[in-house]
């Protein structure tokens, strides 16, 4: 069956531009998750969608950043005014149940590899 | 807060050696543990979990067992593959949305 994918698979863009990541959860997963990969900081939580809950958006490491869930599915990352620390692989997980089940596993993406120049 | 420590690599091994990657993990209460394995130019994969104690998690000769007296998750194969040339990440399910916290890494590399 089909997995989680992601769009672009790459994105170069300037600083100070505005950046739009997909991601298409595999169909059914409840629980959407962004994270990002980065040499420095190695893998961190960015975002959490739980169905048509209002995020968790306790990992944003600043206000530029901002994502959205609609209907439940496909989600879209944007990053405002773009830095050059910005530069990652953005990455997207999602799983059929977050809370309550202790064996959930998270799906991930292929990735986007955003590079700010 | 939850976090996890495994060791720092890169590890090279030849072909055949066995392998030992430590992670040990700090968190409230009992999380899920995982080890995930990205592939030169690949996605995370997940390798093997462990949802409890005593638990032993295991796929393609790879094994880990949920250690809680020693909050240690260790990743063992027996003999190691050109193929395992991968890095690998430990994780445990923690945060209050279940989100997955990630050790550093660790790079294998196998020789033949």
């Known amino acids: 069956g089909a997995g989680v994918s992601q769009s672009p698979s790459n994105k170069v863009t300037e600083k100070g531009k505005d950046v739009e990541l997909r991601c298409d959860p595999i169909?059914?997963?409840?629980?959407l998750y962004w994270y990002r990969q980065s040499l420095g900081q190695g893998l961190e939580f960015l975002i959490y969608?739980?169905?048509?809950?209002?995020?968790?958006k306790s990992g944003l490491p600043s206000d530029r950043f901002s994502a959205e869930r609609t209907g439940g599915s496909v989600s879209t990352l944007t990053i405002q005014r773009t830095q050059q620390e910005d530069s990652a692989v953005y990455l997207c997980?999602?799983?059929?149940?977050?809370?309550?089940?202790?064996?959930?596993?998270?799906?991930f993406g292929p990735g986007t590899r955003l590079t700010v120049l | 807060g939850d976090s996890v420590t495994q060791m720092e690599g890169p590890v090279t091994l030849s072909e055949e050696a066995f392998l030992t990657i430590n992670c040990t993990y700090t968190?409230?209460?009992?999380?899920?543990l995982f080890w995930y394995v990205q592939y030169p130019g690949e996605g995370l994969q997940l390798l093997l979990k462990a949802t409890k104690a005593d638990d032993k998690g295991s796929n393609k000769g790879f094994e880990a067992t949920y250690r809680k007296e020693t909050t240690s998750f260790h990743l063992e194969k027996g003999s190691v593959q050109v193929s395992d040339s991968a890095v690998y990440f430990c994780?445990?399910?923690?945060?209050?949305?279940?989100?997955?916290?990630f050790g550093k890494g660790t790079k294998l590399s196998v020789k033949p």
């Open positions: 997980a999602s799983s059929f149940l977050a809370l309550g089940g202790r064996s959930d596993t998270q799906y």
């Open positions: 169909s059914g997963h409840t629980a």
């Open positions: 968190a409230t209460g009992y999380p899920s």
């Open positions: 969608f739980q169905g048509n809950s209002a995020p968790d």
């Open positions: 994780a445990l399910r923690g945060g209050s949305q279940g989100n997955l916290i």
